[in-house]
Structure formats: C-alpha cells, structure tokens
C-alpha cells in the first residue's frame, strides 16, 4: 500500500504534550522534505511545521515555534511531531505530507501524498 498514515493523536489537556508519527510506505521518502499541516473545523488547513530531506532546515509556524518540534528518520521513513505547552487552540485534525521537493515549503500545494490525518483535542 503506497502512503502516509499518522499515530499519536488524542486527548490531552493544556499545557500537555503529544508526540505525533507519520510512516510512509511504497513511496520514497528520504529524498523528500515533509511537512505538517492542521485543520480546524470550519477554518481552511494550514502549515505547522516542515523538514528538509536531510532534517538539517527547518520550518515553524509562527504560531507554534518554540512548542513544537518536527524531526525524521530516514532509516524508518518516518517523521515526527513533538508538540509540548499545548493549547486548546491547537486543536485540529494534523495531517503529514510528503513535499514534491527536497527543500519544503508552507504552501499545501507544494505537496503531493497526504495521510488520512489525526485528531488532537486539547482541553482547557
């Protein structure tokens, strides 16, 4: 089966942490940077975090820099996010995606395979 599948969501309060995986299967993945995205209801999905394919760059977004970490390891075609000082504002349904290059950017269309995504509920 050719794709991406996120683990690790579920409910946490404020001020808690989850750490969220993406594994890819029969598709390349070290070549690739990767990135998070996450979706509230009723707001359009947005970029969190993104890793070049070597992990040594990368990318936050503003909202979640200094709380949150994305890392990757090649050898098990996974990535990573660690999120830490959660907020019921963080919220959503996070998605990984693999980049179509091997810089990453926080365009959604600059990615081409999605997982099924993961839900994340931080209450206050």
């Known amino acids: 089966q050719v794709g991406l599948v996120e683990s690790g969501g579920g409910l946490v309060q404020a001020g808690g942490s989850l750490r969220l995986s993406c594994a890819a299967s029969?598709?390349?993945?070290?070549?690739?940077?990767m990135g998070w995205f996450r979706q509230a209801p009723g707001k359009e999905r947005e970029f969190v975090a993104a890793?070049?394919?070597?992990?040594?760059?990368?990318k936050y977004a503003d909202s979640v820099k200094g709380r949150f970490t994305i890392s990757r390891d090649n050898a098990k075609n996974t990535v990573y996010l660690q999120m830490n000082s959660l907020k019921p504002e963080d919220t959503a349904v996070y998605y990984c995606?693999?980049?179509?290059?091997?810089?990453?950017?926080?365009?959604?269309?600059?990615?081409?395979?999605w997982g099924q995504g993961t839900q994340v509920t931080v209450s206050s």
């Open positions: 995606a693999r980049s179509r290059t091997s810089w990453g950017t926080q365009s959604l269309h600059e990615y081409d395979y």
């Open positions: 029969g598709l390349t993945f070290s070549s690739y940077a």
């Open positions: 890793i070049r394919w070597s992990g040594g760059t990368v």
